[in-house]
């Protein structure tokens, strides 16, 4: 076993604590201000999975809303959504935010063109605008899904699924989510499922960073990996600190 394995099997040895840990983080993180729940947009992947059903557990069922917000997005991700909301008794809702996107963009490319990658981060804040509105409207917070391996390369999109108002998974790889998935007794299907923004037909994370979650987590655990995937893995670190860091001001 090398060094990135072993991190992986002792991990797993200590997920059930693990799990306690952030169940503790999301009740100090809603109940110390006195705050109502949580809500969290569920797009069928493993990230929104994970970070619903550590939710449940700390709140319970009448304290979460889960949020499926399709513009165009694929089918098989609604029939996971609700998959796991029947397998986690996640309370979970539709918004269809598919019609804003479509008044939306006509309007903006009235002024320029927008290429697929800024059509899609419009898709994301878009849902970020639905989220805030049930979190306001009851006293919730919006629950953050992006782990530690997306962070570290800025892999989100900025004022989307990069807002939120707190994070339990923040310190995870995407390694350490698919053991602490299986834990959490989240489908299978949405465990093995390639990551995927589902901004656009086609997109999968790995295809389009460049380099593998292996390449990535070998590196944020081992500081080692592939000469080539270190480059690009140090060079897309280095242009989204503004992400890490919002608005700089004086
Ligand atoms: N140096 C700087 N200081 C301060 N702000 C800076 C900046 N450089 C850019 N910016 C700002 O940031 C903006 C660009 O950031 P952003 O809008 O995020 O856009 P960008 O980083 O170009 O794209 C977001 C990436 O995240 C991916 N994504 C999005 C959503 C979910 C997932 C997923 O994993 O599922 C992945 C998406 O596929 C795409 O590759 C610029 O328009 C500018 O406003
Ligand atoms: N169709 C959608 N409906 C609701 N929320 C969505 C949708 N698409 C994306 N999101 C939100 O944006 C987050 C970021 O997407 P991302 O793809 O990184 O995570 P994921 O789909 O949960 O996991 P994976 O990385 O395995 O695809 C999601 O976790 C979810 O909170
Ligand atoms: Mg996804």
Known sequence: MD???EHLANYQIH???DV???VA???EQIDGPGLGGAVV?????ID?????ALCVRALGRERVIGVWLPAYSLDVHALDSQKLADTID???VTIDVGKAYDALVPAIEGVLTLDDKTKGNTKARLRMTALYAIANQKGYLVADTCNLSEVHVGYMTKGGDGLADFNPVSSLTKHEMRILAEELGVPDSIITKPPSADLWEGQTDEQEMGFTYEDLDRYLITGETRPEAKERIDYLHRISEHKRNLMPGI
């Open 3 to 5: 060094k990135f394995q």
């Open 15 to 17: 997920v059930k604590e």
């Open 20 to 22: 306690e840990k952030r």
């Open 25 to 27: 983080f999301i009740r």
């Open 41 to 45: 947009g569920i797009s069928g992947g």
């Open 48 to 52: 929104s999975a994970v970070t619903a």
């Open 90 to 92: 996640l309370n979970l």
